[in-house]
């Protein structure tokens, strides 16, 4: 197999990895808009008009089953209000417009990437890779702010303690998220333009062994 043949790849390989770009754009896109229109938070749990209400003070003379309802209901608020905690400060660490800016920049960096990798453009390379860096940032900076945010949320909850360092692994998978695709990028790039015209070196001379031991 001569290393012309070897190049010759079935353009669905890029046109995959265009896809997947697209369902990353798409993807960039919908989180600006939920995260404009719902916040950091999000829907969750306290999302549908049943946060706990501050259960006030321990009456003495109440009865066992209205003391298990008030630890009950204090732990509910207790939990609540870490939880609101977290969220604020998320608000104050700007997770939302860093997550914002970073999606837009995807998107304009991901439209043009699409384009090339769909047509095996020489420049998907290039854009591959810018795609990827901006990934990589984007992810990394966000799981570096959010982790210890998130570690502290989790150690206020009872038992979360114990899987706080979950948090913390989110900086590293991350990172390797954004490099997996800057790799993927230069993989499949090579396939379609790596280089064919390979020089001779010293070891490919034609030497003309006879001729020189006539002359001797």
Known sequence: M?????????????????????L????????????EYFGVAGINHYSFGNEPEEPGDYQQN???EEQAEYNRSLQEWDEFLSYQSMIDEFEEANVKEISQIFAALSII??????????????????????????????DVLNAYI???IIAQYME????GADYSWLAKT???????????FIAIAV?????????????ESGFHLNVNLTSNLEQE
């Open 2 to 22: 001569g290393l012309e043949s070897m190049n010759d790849h079935s353009p669905w390989w890029a046109r995959i990895m265009a896809i997947l770009f697209g």
């Open 156 to 159: 206020s909850v009872p038992g």
């Open 24 to 35: 990353i754009v798409l993807g960039s896109a919908v989180n600006i808009f939920y995260m």
């Open 146 to 148: 959010s982790s210890d």
């Open 109 to 138: 960096i991901g439209i043009p990437t699409i384009a090339f990798f769909w047509v095996q453009d020489k420049k998907m390379l290039h854009f591959g890779i810018a795609f990827g860096v901006v990934k990589l940032i984007g």
């Open 187 to 199: 993989v499949v790039s090579n396939m379609y333009h790596a280089t064919r015209d390979i020089p």
């Open 170 to 180: 989110s900086v590293f998978s991350s990172g390797c998220c954004g490099i997996f």
């Open 62 to 64: 109440a009865s066992s």
